[in-house]
Every structure is written in C-alpha cells, then in structure tokens.
C-alpha cells in the first residue's frame, strides 16, 4: 500500500459515508448562515462594531461544533463499526494508515476554514462593511482558516487516544460549545482556562487586544497548534501500541 492508495481509500470513505462529508458542509453552512443573519438583524449593535471580528466569526461558534464532530466520525466510526480490523487489515502499517486519516481530515478542515472565512467575510461586507487594512484584520482572516484544521486534528487525535466514538462525541462536542466557555467565566479558573485549545485559537481570531489574556495573538494560535500536535502524537500512541 503506498500514500497515494490510502488517501484514495481515505477520501472514498469521506465521500461515500453521508456523516462524514455532511459534516464539515454543515459547518460551512451554519458558519455564514448565521453571520449573515446576525449582521443583518444587529448591524447597529456596536458590539459587532468595536471589534469587527466577533461579526465576521459570530456563526462560527456554532458551526465549529459540526467541524468537531468531523474529526471525531474521521476515527470514531471506524472503532465503532469495527471497521478498523479491516483497515488494519489492508493496509498493516499503522503510520500511513493514522497518517492518510490526518491528511485528508486536515485538508478537509482547511477547505472548511477557507469557505468559512471567506463565505462569513462576504456576509459581514455586504451588510456593515470590512476594512481590510484595519490592523488585526489580515492576521484574524488567517487564524480562522488555520483555526478549522487545527480544531479538526485535535479531534481526530483525542477520538484515536478514546478508541470510542459515543465517548469522544460526549466529551469533545459539549467541551467545544459551551464547556470552556464556561470556565472562562469563573473567576480563578479564567486565567487557566485562556490556555485551552479552542479559548487560545478563538482569541487569535480576535483584532483588538484583551487586557485579561497573558499572550498575543500569534501565541493563541501557536498553543492551539502545540495542543493539535499533542492530540496527533497521543492519537498515534494509541493506534500504534494498543490491538484492536
């Protein structure tokens, strides 16, 4: 089996199982369907205004959830229909195996990120308007098409540790939508909780700068991209050492 074999196996998986490609569609179409009607309902509320991105990726904190759940059906449905014996089975080295799964999920992701991006721009310009030469504004559009990959190996990797989808799928997607969310706001616990995967990676989506958070914009992404690879690395472990 060589690389060129399994990313076609690995995408004729995405693209026959209706779960897995519906999915990250689902997340590009919440994303700008959402901003889009935000914006037109809110355009006076200056809260859309002071920082441009919390308009621009309003919708996106709910389609992230549907990009989550990507990631985690990648893995998770092999475990859970048994599947990866058969996988296994064709193609014996593990590594290209885990390695075509993260290709094709991180480039998936990256397409996602780019039609999200793009499609929830096209709905904020033509409702209040963008600058793009405002400062932050280049650096945000960036982060949110690199934010979607980074989210989708970070799933993938945590679904491959869990070996279970019902169990990724009860931890990962409650976590995304509301879980950090919340301990962001319990005092004590914020200041730990800026350094989670999705709180870093929302605050590089940010242009104006917050006060309360420890890092820079740029550093978000990074401790997002360093928890991507600490899911990737752990998920490899998993698949690499444990029988299925």
């Not at 935000?38 to 990726?57: K, W």
């Amino acid at each position: 089996m060589t690389t060129t074999t399994v990313l076609r196996s690995e995408w004729t998986k995405l693209t026959t199982l209706r779960s897995q490609w519906f999915t990250p569609l689902l997340a590009v179409l919440l994303s700008v369907g959402i901003t889009l009607a935000v914006n037109l309902a809110y355009a006076q509320d200056t809260s859309l205004t002071e920082d441009p991105s919390i308009g621009v990726f309003y919708g996106f904190n709910f389609g992230q959830v549907a990009l989550a759940c990507f990631g985690i059906l990648l893995m998770g449905q092999e475990y859970n229909s048994g599947t990866i014996r058969s996988s296994l089975t064709a193609v014996p080295r593990r590594g290209l195996l885990y390695g075509g799964k993260l290709l094709v999920g991180s480039g998936v992701g990256l397409l996602a990120g780019l039609l999200v991006t793009g499609g929830s721009l096209l709905a904020v310009d033509s409702t209040l308007g963008v600058d793009l030469t405002a400062p932050g504004t280049v650096r945000s559009l960036i982060a949110g098409v690199l934010y979607c990959p980074l989210l989708v190996l970070i799933c993938l990797g945590v679904t491959s540790m869990l070996r279970n989808l019902t169990a990724a799928m009860g931890l990962l997607t409650p976590t995304v939508f509301l879980g950090t969310i919340m301990l962001s706001a319990i005092p004590g616990v914020r200041d730990v909780a800026q350094f989670l995967p999705d709180r870093a990676g929302q605050y590089a989506l940010r242009q104006q700068p917050d006060p309360n958070v420890w890092y820079g914009h740029w550093t978000g992404l990074l401790i997002m991209a360093a928890w991507a690879a600490l899911a990737v690395w752990g998920g490899w472990r998993s698949v690499s050492r444990k029988d299925v």
